[in-house]
């Protein structure tokens, strides 16, 4: 039997993983950290500044017109997740500690991924205009949301930093330099589409350099000795059940609307999902060093778990909608 493709782990999630030893083996301390702490700041400003660039508005107009599929994708991106996850938070005290609840908290309110969530509505044959206007219009608004129910949320939690150095921060390390990737696209775009492996290296250098310096922080003041690993399989099991719910939720409401396949494919796709290119620069700048690492952990785990099931099930889709062509012409004659 040949392994599936869709159970390897993902190469970057492998990456990161390899971070995370790292920062474990070798943390970086004192002047170094604020460097690589300086560094990666400006990381993350061209980072979102890349994804202000890449999104293309009038590419997602042609699937604006479907208010009900996007209005189901971004009311369970930003409130149904939220709400699971403080229901979560009424049994957490018994199976996980205060940081990695916090962590499940902030995996909650970030928004949802956009490529992966295209080309797995692609593969399962759905409606791909629809997914890139939800895709591309729940990152936009999870700029402003993401820091706005992280402090509902998680305000009175200690672990958030709301200062007016970090509003500051927000505004000119995740909006603005978005804006100007937005203003500069008449001149970038092009550029940009041409040099993807650049632009895929900058973005992933990004988030890797963050992970570094947050789990370093984390391995410099020693709060790693608090986590057992019992404690990370309760965790893996806690985000794969929050994954679970929300699928047959959005499952359900996709037939409670009337959608077709479709339009079912997309909102499954689009409002289950969650992005770590975006959640975890926003991590970055929202929380203090020394809990980042913790706090960044559930959305790394719940990644990948979304990849592997997100990819089994488009391939499935794909498979029955292969067979159902294959069929027609022989029914036909």
Not at 33 to 62: K, M, T
Not at 126 to 139: D, E, H, L, R, Y
Not at 244 to 273: E, I, P, S, Y
């Amino acid at each position: 039997m040949r392994w599936p493709r869709w159970l390897i782990i993902d190469p970057f999630i492998a990456m990161l993983l390899g971070v995370v030893a790292l920062a474990a083996l070798l943390p970086v301390r004192g002047t170094a950290a604020s460097i690589a702490g300086i560094v990666a700041g400006v990381g993350i400003a061209l980072l979102f500044f890349l994804h202000g660039a890449r999104i293309a508005p009038a590419a997602a107009v042609a699937g604006a017109r479907h208010w009900r599929l996007h209005t189901v994708v971004l009311a369970t991106t930003f409130v149904v997740f939220p709400l699971l996850g403080i229901a979560i938070g009424l049994i957490s005290p018994q199976l996980l500690p205060a940081e990695l609840y916090q962590g499940v908290l902030f995996l909650c309110v970030v928004p949802s991924t956009v490529q992966s969530s295209i080309a797995f509505t692609s593969i399962a044959r759905g409606n791909v205009p629809a997914a890139v206007f939800s895709a591309t219009f729940s990152n936009i608004a999870g700029i402003a949301l993401t820091p706005l129910l992280a402090v509902l949320l998680m305000a009175d939690t200690g672990a958030l930093r709301l200062t007016a150095g970090s509003i500051g921060s927000i505004v000119g390390q995740l909006l603005l330099p978005f804006v100007a990737g937005q203003l500069s696209r008449r001149w970038t775009a092009g550029w940009i589409g041409r040099h993807k492996a650049v632009t895929s290296l900058v973005d992933r250098g990004s988030i890797l350099l963050v992970v570094y310096t947050a789990f370093s922080a984390g391995v410099v003041a020693g709060i790693w000795q608090q986590i057992s690993a019992g404690q990370l399989l309760i965790l893996a099991v806690t985000v794969s059940m929050l994954l679970a719910v929300v699928m047959g939720l959005l499952v359900g409401a996709g037939r409670a609307f009337g959608f077709d396949h479709a339009d079912r494919v997309a909102t499954l796709f689009c409002g289950a999902k969650k992005s770590l290119a975006t959640g975890l620069p926003m991590a970055a700048v929202l929380f203090s060093p020394q809990l980042l690492g913790m706090l960044v952990l559930p959305l790394m785990i719940f990644h990948q778990i979304q990849l592997i099931v997100c990819a089994a099930l488009a391939r499935w889709w794909a498979g029955r909608a292969s067979a159902t062509e294959a069929e027609q012409p022989a029914t036909a004659g």
